[in-house]
């Protein structure tokens, strides 16, 4: 059954909260300033959206232990890494944090279009496998909620570890 509050979250509040953080913010941990955040998450959202691709790098008798994690109230610990991503982060793409702001709040609406418009749709994501819109929302709040924590923007929600 479909989270509807983060699917708000995603969808009407992430956005107008990451324009409250000073691009010049210092994470908490990791690598990547907040633009490279910021673009990170909308390359993110490219891959549930077939604009990206990656290979399956989960062995299949592992996914079902992946997708048991998706639907815990577990977080991404600090520090987690996608295998599929360079150990050091991607140069900035776009001009200014303004600017790939609001290439994230495209990315989001086409996310949204492309699962309303095709409900039925599954789409690989190289470490989960196989998902569909719910599971997507699901991934995609973890992961957002991870980086939001990063910059200080929001706290790990109670009962996560």
Do not use: C
Request: glycine share 4%.
């Amino acid at each position: 059954m479909m989270d509807q509050q983060k699917l708000e979250f995603l969808s009407t509040a992430l956005v107008p909260l990451l324009k409250t953080l000073p691009a010049d913010t210092v994470m908490k941990w990791g690598k990547m300033n907040a633009q490279q955040m910021v673009e990170h998450i909308s390359g993110f959202f490219r891959v549930s959206t077939n604009k990206l691709h990656f290979p399956l790098v989960t062995p299949p008798e592992q996914l079902p232990k992946f997708k048991e994690f998706l639907r815990s109230d577990k977080a991404f610990r600090e520090n987690t890494k996608a295998p599929v991503l360079p150990e050091e982060p991607l140069p900035v793409q776009f001009a200014s944090f303004e600017d790939a702001v609001n290439d994230l709040e495209k990315e989001i609406k086409d996310f949204l279009r492309l699962f309303t418009d095709d409900p039925g749709l599954t789409t690989q994501h190289p470490v989960f496998g196989e998902l569909d819109f719910e599971e997507w929302v699901l991934l995609h709040y973890k992961h957002v909620v991870h980086h939001t924590r990063q910059f200080g923007l929001t706290e790990q929600p109670k009962g996560d570890n």
